[in-house]
């Protein structure tokens, strides 16, 4: 079997994080957030995977040689000249997507879920039309496409963009699979998937819709990858507590790298991930918080200030009483230098930094603050 994976995009709303390193390779729940997307898929069989990039193709193709060897899959790279959009990557790899007659799945890079591609391959087979697209419900349709079903069928009837009044809950969730006939219907220029290729599939009666179990979460943006983070904690509860880490320090779900060294008297939890190579000083507290692997949080200073030692690229801070991280998204890459900064948020609270000064985006750490 094959699918293609849409990388596409400059990563822009995580950078300055994105500017050395395609959103895709950034750490999710400690690794790659792609590579949980090709575990499930080679779970359930597939041999080709499609990368569609057109943002530092050579940075992807360094890191996914070691995948190749780990999984014993085929990554080919599709590299756009030009942005091609949500549909016009598969015109361009279309040679590979259509080498057989075995339906392929597509999705979007940085979506994170649990994956469950062999009930839409059952799923997708059992209605014989030319495409299946993932559904999930959300709390503010009108911020979103929705999706309506003909009464009774899975079959999907139209799209409504944003309503302004109730019509449904349901949206893409951005995980797809098609026949190989349906990429007659794209041509190789930027074209859109959702408004150019979805609506006429409809039309025609081909395109059906099957609910996601379980979570989703698009982590394309700090808020975002900090909601998804605690999602997919409260799933390996469900599935693999065995992976979670447990201790008189934790409180609920808390994944922490086995190279992580953790501070006397700390209180780690709930919802924290914890990356390798992480120092955190004694008497540190963390809540729903990420911290990436080479950084050190210092223990409490008596001034009741939080120092944070590291590289940060992308910070999402909110102190409470000077005694920990609650709420934080640390993205660190590097090791401590000089100068050191500080940096209010607020209400009177200080968190201090040292950064280094070796490319432009290290002189520049970068917080963001809801």
């Known amino acids: 079997m094959k699918a293609l994976i849409l990388?596409?995009?400059?990563?822009?709303r995580l950078?300055?994080?994105?500017?050395?390193?395609?959103?895709?390779?950034?750490?999710?729940?400690?690794?790659?957030?792609?590579?949980?997307?090709?575990e499930a898929l080679v779970a359930v069989g597939v041999k080709d995977i499609v990368l569609a990039v057109n943002y530092q193709p050579e940075i992807m193709v360094d890191a996914?040689?070691?995948?190749?060897?780990?999984?014993?899959?085929?990554?080919?790279?599709?590299?756009?000249?030009?942005?091609?959009?949500?549909?016009?990557?598969?015109?361009?790899?279309?040679?590979?997507?259509?080498?057989?007659?075995?339906?392929?799945?597509?999705?979007?890079?940085?979506?994170?879920?649990?994956?469950?591609?062999?009930?839409?391959?059952e799923f997708h087979r059992s209605h014989g039309c030319e495409g299946t697209l993932m559904t999930t419900p959300?709390?503010?349709?009108?911020?979103?496409?929705?999706?309506?079903?003909?009464?009774?069928?899975?079959q999907i009837e139209r799209f409504v963009e944003k309503p302004t009044v109730w019509v449904g809950d349901q949206i893409n969730a951005g995980i797809y699979i098609?026949?190989?006939?349906?990429?007659?219907?794209?041509?190789?220029?930027?074209?859109?998937?959702?408004?150019?290729?979805?609506?006429?599939?409809?039309?025609?009666g081909q395109l059906h819709a099957m609910p996601l179990g379980g979570f989703w979460a698009d982590v394309g943006q700090?808020?975002?990858?900090?909601?998804?983070?605690?999602?997919?904690?409260?799933?390996?509860?469900?599935?693999?507590?065995?992976?979670?880490?447990?201790?008189?320090?934790?409180t609920g779900n808390v994944l922490i790298d086995?190279?992580?060294?953790?501070?006397?008297?700390?209180?780690?939890?709930p919802n924290v991930v914890i990356g390798p190579n992480v120092t955190i000083g004694d008497g540190v507290r963390l809540n729903r918080s990420v911290i990436m692997k080479g950084s050190t949080v210092h223990e409490v200073s008596e001034k009741g200030a939080v120092q944070c030692q590291g590289l940060y690229k992308l910070t999402r801070v909110l102190e409470r009483m000077g005694q920990g991280l609650n709420h934080c998204l640390v993205l660190v890459c590097g090791q401590v230098g000089t100068p050191r900064r500080n940096y209010g948020f607020g209400r009177g609270k200080k968190v201090v930094v040292r950064a280094t000064a070796s490319t432009w985006s290290q002189r520049f750490p970068f917080f963001f603050c809801f």
């Not at 992976?243 to 008189?248: D, V």
């Not at 086995?258 to 939890?269: F, L, Q, V, Y």
């Open 7 to 12: 990388v596409g995009g400059f990563g822009t």
């Open 178 to 204: 098609f026949n190989p006939s349906m990429l007659s219907r794209i041509q190789p220029r930027p074209m859109s998937i959702e408004q150019e290729v979805f609506p006429p599939m409809a039309k025609d």
């Open 64 to 121: 996914m040689n070691k995948i190749e060897e780990r999984f014993h899959v085929k990554i080919h790279f599709s590299i756009e000249p030009e942005p091609l959009g949500t549909a016009g990557p598969l015109a361009l790899a279309s040679e590979i997507l259509k080498k057989d007659d075995e339906p392929f799945f597509v999705l979007n890079s940085d979506v994170i879920c649990e994956f469950p591609f062999q009930q839409l391959l």
């Open 222 to 250: 700090p808020r975002d990858f900090i909601t998804g983070t605690a999602l997919y904690l409260q799933s390996l509860q469900t599935k693999s507590p065995e992976r979670l880490s447990t201790g008189p320090h934790i």
């Open 138 to 154: 959300v709390d503010d349709p009108s911020k979103y496409g929705v999706i309506l079903l003909k009464k009774g069928t899975t």
């Open 258 to 269: 086995p190279s992580a060294k953790i501070g006397n008297g700390c209180k780690i939890g």
């Open 15 to 38: 950078r300055p994080l994105t500017f050395t390193k395609p959103k895709p390779l950034v750490d999710f729940a400690n690794q790659p957030m792609i590579l949980h997307q090709i």
